[in-house]
């Protein structure tokens, strides 16, 4: 059973900096991907950013400059750091991993509220 496990979050003042990890189990053939999500209140979840075994990246607009993705020593575990918050990063954050042989992201967290203050 795949299971994806988020830490980090938590409650930032504007301009300040949080650290999320993420780590992936029980993939048969591992996993080819790692990425993290947001979703705001009332809003569509969207990419903030992901990267691949290659170490591709790939961010969302409103992040780029700020935010960092990065995979740790074993390639089922993922860094986000985020920098420069603002209030509009507010969301619950969701790690998902793509499993070689899939095509999307199709294991993910439970969410880890991130609340930036102005």
């Known amino acids: 059973q795949v299971q994806v496990v988020e830490s980090g979050g938590g409650l930032v003042q504007a301009g300040g900096s949080l650290r999320l990890s993420c780590q992936a189990s029980?993939?048969?053939?591992?996993?080819?991907?790692m990425g993290w999500f947001r979703q705001a209140s009332g809003k569509q979840r969207e990419l903030v950013a992901s990267?691949?075994?290659?170490?591709?990246?790939r961010y969302g607009d409103s992040v780029k400059g700020r935010f960092t993705i990065s995979r740790g020593a074993a390639r089922n575990t993922a860094h986000l750091q985020m920098n420069s918050l603002k209030p509009e990063d507010t969301a619950v954050y969701y790690c998902a991993a793509r499993q070689i042989r899939h095509t999307d992201f199709d294991s993910w967290g439970r969410g880890t509220q991130v609340t930036v203050s102005s």
């Open positions: 029980g993939a048969i053939f591992g996993f080819n991907a």
């Open positions: 990267i691949d075994n290659d170490g591709t990246t």
